[in-house]
């Protein structure tokens, strides 16, 4: 049902050399049920395929290994007075302080993010990632995976200075309000409108220079232009 009705979303760039075509589909991790289902095109671009790769195989995650990953992380944790602004938050937000207190503080931020955005009907839950694992997985296509825990671990944190500061920011931002989830939302709700206007565009045999101009921008917002 949900896979029939959804509809084409997001951005699908398709490359080719040397007689071999690869596809980048652009993911969120965060996502509406209503965007999490790839839309025709997608899905005929998955039936072409013969290999899928993702940042990690969410199926084949060990919970053991994941813990003791987060536990090595966990130790280089000392900024007490950013922890108890955690614990604040996490209070706030009716977070579990037990279910994520071993963790590295800016998984402990990023829980509490997903706290908030669920209150936006923005769930990790729906993150499109999983959902295109699963249809690669019933499909018995193989996965690649890019990466792991650790390497993401190591992006994340950085230096410890650098993942105090991204720590820090994200803790200011959201002991003001809303105004990181509203970010968020925007960005989301602007990448609705501008596909509704696209293909309404590709439908008609128009190009809507505000179109390929927004969709610009948003590349720009979520990680920079692809090179």
């Known amino acids: 049902g949900l896979v029939k009705q959804a ?31 790839p839309g025709p095109k997608t899905l005929g671009v998955l039936g072409s395929v013969d290999t899928v790769a993702l940042e990690l195989n969410p199926f084949k995650m060990d919970p053991e290994a994941i813990r003791a990953t987060l536990a090595r992380y966990s130790k280089q944790q000392g900024d007490t007075g950013l922890q108890r602004r955690l614990d604040a938050l996490e209070e706030r937000e009716c977070v579990d302080p037990e279910a994520v207190r071993k963790t590295p503080d800016i998984i402990q931020a990023s829980v509490v993010l997903m706290a908030r955005l669920k209150r936006k009907d923005l769930f990790n839950e729906w993150a499109v990632d999983p959902v295109l694992a699963g249809m690669a997985t019933g499909a018995k296509l193989p996965i690649v995976e890019l990466e792991d825990l650790e390497l993401q671990l190591k992006a994340l944190y950085g230096t410890p200075e650098e993942s105090r ?26 990448e609705r409108d501008l596909e509704e206007r696209a293909v309404a565009g590709r439908a008609s045999g128009d190009v809507d220079p505000e179109v390929q101009a927004g969709r610009s921008t948003l590349r720009e917002h979520r990680g920079g232009r692809l090179r």
């Open 165 to 190: 500061r991204m720590v820090q920011g994200m803790v200011e931002s959201m002991e003001k309000g809303d105004e990181a989830v509203d970010v968020g939302v925007r960005l989301h709700v602007a």
């Open 7 to 37: 509809h084409d979303h997001g951005f699908l760039w398709k490359v080719s050399k040397q007689g071999r075509t690869s596809y980048l589909f652009g993911t969120v991790h965060v996502a509406r049920m209503d965007v999490a289902f």
